[in-house]
């Protein structure tokens, strides 16, 4: 494998990958036991930082240990709710229960805990077969996931399902195989920008949870509304995926995590070693930005290096938050401000102070007070789900004794504008300290632009974006350079014609079969919905 072939995404992998490239980390041992256990959890990260790979891994892990433990895993992806935004706000609730309640009757047969008539699941469909029921289920959600094409078609949405249904069934699977529980893995679980189908996701993970069943649920930071039923702080335990840059293994597990990938890089990266950390540093801990700008940085040299981190974190990666604000109008002002606040503000302030050379300054923190306006924590949220900025802490203390809550700035924004952001960037992780802020009171007077904008109306404003958007062409896709050349050959040239193709339709590419079919199918998906999402 050469390096333009890293795998950015889980959904490139299989579950034996998974195993194979799996860097453990003290962190992710305790986070992936977390997912196994008992307890309801969100998880919750930017895009790339690993949440879907910790969901797989735990699901490996609990398959290869089934026989001892009892457990059984099912993973199931919502990552097509955003083609439900329809004027029938129930057909979010129908598809998604309908699907999890397919998927808990799929992973039962596949671990032979059902028979053919068993008739666990028949308080669902009138003493029908499992097997009937999962076929009409599975009609169901893929009509609901298709209804787009055209609104004017009927779709008879009651399936009869409840959560108390759910949760009976489930009692009643385990008591009859003599398995434990169940645990939900549920990827890509409440859609961005779709504030009431992330209401209606966390109600009925509420009410699912059981003794025999526990949800844990993969979520972004800064756009995800729980609604007034969901309480995170009773509900769920909350867990935040970031790596910790200040951590000593920190460099070596972002070395191992490319390493594993492609053994064939790791005498480059010996040899190479202060450019590669630059890279790691650069990255934040986001393993996926890592892997795509070690690929962009082939061979790994510093003049490279240099080019793609002025490339991505200049231009690349303001210009896809920037994206946000076209796609989605009622959040334009607040991506604009927050993008101006750190592009315009914060990070020249920074670098005027890092030329004083007595006193050099190396913060990458800066800290908002907790009364500071709606609108500039709106933007402050915002730049979390795109990365640029990660929550590290709540409820701080700062000076004067004033309570509020610490991020920290994408170490690549912070060096990627300077002469050299190799050399800026292993200067400034020399002595970084997480008490060193930049802070920003309740009434700063940055804030006086959007200081009186309206959150609540932000939704409001949200225009219909998908139909817009089908014609886009596939370039614009974030996938490896395999499935995107597969998809043109075949004649899928835009976004529309990925999301009406089927794996039958990919398989008529030369060397693509069921499984890399299948494989085409899920990054291809992955990759569209996530555009469509933000």
């Not at 890279?279 to 290096?305: E, I």
């Not at 040239?493 to 060397?511: H, R, Y």
């Amino acid at each position: 494998m050469s390096a333009n072939e890293l795998h950015f995404r889980t959904e490139d992998l299989t579950l034996e990958d998974v195993g194979k490239y799996f860097v453990e980390t003290e962190f992710d041992r305790q986070t992936i036991d977390t997912l196994k256990g008992r307890k309801t959890v969100v998880l919750q990260g930017a895009r790339g930082v690993g949440k879907s790979f910790l969901l797989k891994v735990a699901q490996k892990e609990m398959n290869e240990d089934f026989s001892d433990s009892k457990t059984l895993a099912v993973y199931v992806t919502f990552n097509k709710a955003g083609l439900l935004q329809t004027s029938d706000p129930g057909r979010f609730k129908h598809w998604m229960l309908a699907k999890i309640c397919d998927r808990i009757i799929r992973e039962a047969r596949k671990k032979g805990l059902l028979q053919s008539q068993s008739s666990v699941f028949a308080t669902l469909s009138h003493g029908q077969s499992d097997e009937v029921i999962a076929s009409q289920l599975e009609t169901l959600w893929k009509n609901l996931e298709d209804a787009w094409k055209n609104e004017s078609t009927s779709i008879d949405t009651s399936s009869g399902i409840d959560p108390e249904l759910i949760k009976d069934a489930v009692e009643d699977l385990c008591d009859q195989s003599g398995t434990s529980r169940i645990v939900m893995l549920i990827d890509e679980a409440a859609h961005v920008f779709i504030p009431e189908q992330q209401r209606q996701f966390f109600t009925v993970m509420r009410d699912l949870r059981s003794p025999y069943l526990s949800v844990k649920a993969a979520v972004y930071p800064g756009v995800t509304y729980f609604g007034d039923s969901f309480q995170l702080s009773h509900d769920a335990e909350l867990i935040n995926v970031n790596r910790n840059i200040l951590d000593p293994a920190y460099l070596s597990s972002m070395r191992e995590i490319v390493i594993r990938q492609d053994p064939e890089l790791e005498s480059s990266i010996n040899r190479h070693g202060a450019v590669f950390d630059a890279l790691a540093f650069a990255s934040s801990g986001n393993p996926r930005t890592l892997l795509k700008t070690v690929s962009a940085t082939s061979p790994l040299t510093t003049n490279n290096a240099q080019r793609v981190m002025r490339e991505y974190y200049r231009d690349t990666i303001w210009s896809e938050h920037t994206a946000l604000g076209e796609r989605y109008i009622g959040h334009r002002d607040v991506i604009d401000w927050g993008r101006d606040f750190l592009q315009k503000h914060m990070i020249p302030m920074l670098r005027k102070k890092q030329r004083q050379t007595e006193d050099p300054d190396k913060r990458i923190f800066l800290w908002i007070h907790r009364d500071a306006p709606a609108a500039v924590k709106e933007a402050l949220r915002l730049l979390c789900y795109s990365g640029i900025l990660h929550e590290a802490g709540s409820g701080l203390v700062a000076t004067r004794g004033l309570t509020g809550t610490r991020y920290m700035l994408n170490v690549g924004t912070r060096t990627g504008p300077e002469a050299d952001p190799v050399a800026a960037t292993n200067w400034l992780r020399g002595s970084i300290s997480i008490k060193r802020m930049v802070e920003f009171g309740a009434n700063h007077e940055l804030y006086e632009s959007i200081a009186r904008l309206d959150v609540e109306k932000m939704d409001e404003q949200r225009q219909e974006f998908i139909k817009s958007q089908l014609g886009r062409t596939v370039d614009e896709l974030d996938m490896t350079a395999f499935a995107r050349g597969r998809l043109k050959e075949l004649g899928f040239d835009t976004v529309g014609q990925i999301l009406a193709a089927s794996e039958a339709d990919f398989q008529q590419a030369k060397w693509v079969g069921p499984v890399r079919s299948r494989q085409m199918m899920n990054i291809a998906t992955a990759a569209v919905m996530e555009y469509l999402s933000g």
